[in-house]
């Protein structure tokens, strides 16, 4: 079975958004986890440069545990909010590493948040308590948590959506074109309807006879039709008039009689037909 063009396309869409989206997830971002580093020692650096501590270490920055982060020092320090919001924000901000997480302030020896607040992207959203009250000189670390980073589906939810939504839009696409009824070309030119000695091509809007084309307007085309489908029957005036003149709202006097007229005419030279006028009821298709 040949498997039809659109449903490679499907395929190899489904392949780049899938293959799209994974390299973009920080799991799979090699320099992530290094990049943090670097500029988290920044931010330590600067911490230390607010206590006017400009020879204690630094300890390694440690990575706690997915997407979190802690920086540890060889001394102690105190800690002013105001100063570690600026400091934090300023750092990830240069290096483009997110818009939104959560910092804490965690005492070395009780193990508890002596400090926290959170970044989420926009200042009405922020949770920054307790501006202006220092902590005391003591052992802190301070880890990073960066939200963003934190769930492949909320660090990818736009490029999911994107490549969810181009995926339902091929889907669909490939379910419209193989449910759509292929039409079939029907070629016209040899459909006819024999009367008599002529051949009526309703579709060409004429009469041929002997070789000889008699041209027929609209209005003794959609006639021809009627009595072509029911040669030797009577068909009622009325419905000739409401079929192709009422309807389109076009009717006018003797219109009817003066096109029968015209058809009677045009079948001048075979005797065998003839177009008749029943009294009171219709006109009819005789064919002999």
Partial sequence: ????????????????CITFVAFQSPNNNENFSEKVKVV????????????????SLILPIRKVKENRYEIAFEGNLSITP??????????????????RYIVEVINCNSREVSYSFQITGTKEQNIVPCLGRVLPLDCYT?????????SFLSANKNL?????????????AITYFKRKPKIKLINNLDDHIKIGKYKFYETQNKLVKDAVEIKLSSKECELMNMFSSQQNQVIKRDVLIKKIWEDNGVFVGRSLDAFISKLRKKFKDDDSINIINVHGVGYKLEVN
């Fill in 40 to 55: 988290l020692r920044d931010a330590g650096n600067k911490l230390l440069l607010a206590n006017r501590d400009s020879s």
């Fill in 160 to 172: 999911i959506l994107i490549g969810l939504l181009i995926l339902i839009i091929t889907f669909v």
């Fill in 82 to 99: 105001d100063s570690l919001v600026a400091i934090v924000n300023s750092s990830l901000k240069t290096a483009k590493l997110s818009k």
């Fill in 142 to 150: 301070v880890q990073v948590l960066f939200i963003e980073n934190s």
């Fill in 1 to 16: 079975m040949r498997v039809k063009p659109l449903y490679y396309s499907f395929l190899a869409l489904t392949a780049i």
